[in-house]
Nanobody, 115 residues
């Protein structure tokens, strides 16, 4: 089992920045990959970014060049730095961890971007 606790969401104006954090209850070295997904009202949940144990990253086309995923193994934490935010980025953001064949989800954190 992995517990994931997200933080850092909030309200920001378009063009602004936020950094989301996700703290894992187990060592990052035991987690194959971590990621961020988001779900906007009335829309399906979608992938935002992932990072593997080896540090390889993957981004949705809609956030490339604006968002950066990173991990701090010493703190068992993954981050999502979000710059140049747009109203379309408004959603609940969820952290995930792929651990021993299962995918675990955090409770989500709300990000609201005003125009």
């Amino acid at each position: 089992q992995v517990q994931l606790v997200e933080s850092g969401g909030g309200l920001v104006q378009a063009g602004g920045s936020l950094r989301l954090s996700c703290a894992a209850s187990v060592s990052m070295f035991s987690i194959d990959a971590m990621g961020w997904y988001r779900q906007a009202p009335g829309k399906q949940r979608e992938l935002v970014a992932t990072i593997t144990k080896g540090g390889s990253t993957n981004y949705a086309d809609s956030v490339k060049g604006r968002f950066t995923i990173s991990r701090d193994n010493a703190k068992n934490t993954v981050y999502l730095q979000m710059n140049s935010l747009k109203p379309d980025d408004t959603a609940v953001y969820y952290c995930t961890a792929d651990y021993w064949g299962g995918r675990y989800w955090g409770q989500g954190t709300q990000v609201t971007v005003s125009s």
